[in-house]
């Protein structure tokens, strides 16, 4: 059983929690998150602990309280870094076009339980894939209904697919080959590196060599 790592007061959607706990993970540093009240002065028991209603808290492991970004990360850059922090570092740098487009925004939504995908019945014949720029997406519509999405960040002479979802009643039956299909070729005719953050694009690209030459390097 490994060793218990320092507890970081936090909230998901504070970016200096999100920019200690990628800190943290880069370090290799396990930890504790523990969500605290979204109000300052509904955080009592934070109060209690660290004297401030104020986060990021990070408690170490021997009891010390670094309040605020500024202390956290001096008191993180005197550890020693993991072996494979600098990979990591460059992966962060790889997927800053996920990061832009709000990928995980789209997730959460997803995991609530509000996305915006409706049932239909039809064919992936019948199906219409349009291009909405001001979204960032490709839509998948059959019978006037939204039933797939593809969204994308395009910058540069590049394009990032970020995240891909078929409702799923149409789920293994063509239609998600036929957004990633129509995606990519609008690359290649658009002339656009790509870069398959989406793991079903990058598998989509596996099962159909023809769009390998269309992957950015990295």
């Known amino acids: 059983m490994a060793d218990a790592g320092p507890t970081l007061y936090q909230a998901e959607w504070c970016p200096f929690s999100s920019a200690v706990r990628e800190a943290l993970t880069e370090l290799g540093i396990s930890f504790t998150a523990r969500q605290v009240e979204p109000r300052?002065?509904?955080r009592q028991d934070l109060r209690e602990l660290a004297g401030t209603d104020q986060i990021p808290v990070l408690q170490a492991e021997d009891g010390q309280v670094y309040r605020g970004t500024r202390a956290?990360?001096?008191?993180?850059?005197?550890?020693?870094?993991?072996?494979?922090?600098?990979?990591?570092?460059?992966?962060?740098?790889?997927?800053?076009?996920?990061?832009?487009?709000?990928?995980?925004g789209q997730l959460v939504e997803y995991f609530r339980g509000t996305d915006e995908l409706e049932a239909a019945t039809g064919t992936p014949e019948e199906a219409e894939v349009v291009n909405v720029p001001e979204a960032s997406r490709y839509?998948?519509?059959?019978?006037?209904?939204?039933?797939?999405?593809?969204?994308?960040?395009?910058?540069?002479?590049?394009?990032?697919?970020?995240?891909?979802?078929?409702?799923?009643?149409?789920?293994?039956?063509?239609?998600?080959?036929?957004?990633?299909?129509?995606?990519?070729?609008?690359?290649?005719?658009?002339?656009?590196?790509?870069?398959?953050l989406c793991p079903f694009i990058a598998s989509y690209i596996k099962r159909h060599p023809q769009y390998e030459p269309l992957v950015s390097e990295r």
């Open 40 to 42: 300052p002065e509904q």
């Open 72 to 104: 956290i990360f001096a008191h993180l850059r005197e550890r020693e870094a993991w072996d494979h922090a600098a990979a990591h570092r460059g992966r962060f740098a790889d997927h800053r076009a996920a990061r832009e487009s709000d990928a995980p």
């Open 139 to 196: 839509e998948l519509q059959l019978g006037g209904r939204l039933i797939g999405l593809a969204a994308y960040h395009r910058r540069n002479g590049r394009i990032a697919f970020t995240h891909t979802e078929v409702d799923e009643s149409c789920e293994g039956r063509g239609f998600g080959s036929l957004l990633a299909a129509a995606a990519l070729e609008d690359a290649e005719r658009d002339g656009l590196e790509v870069v398959p």
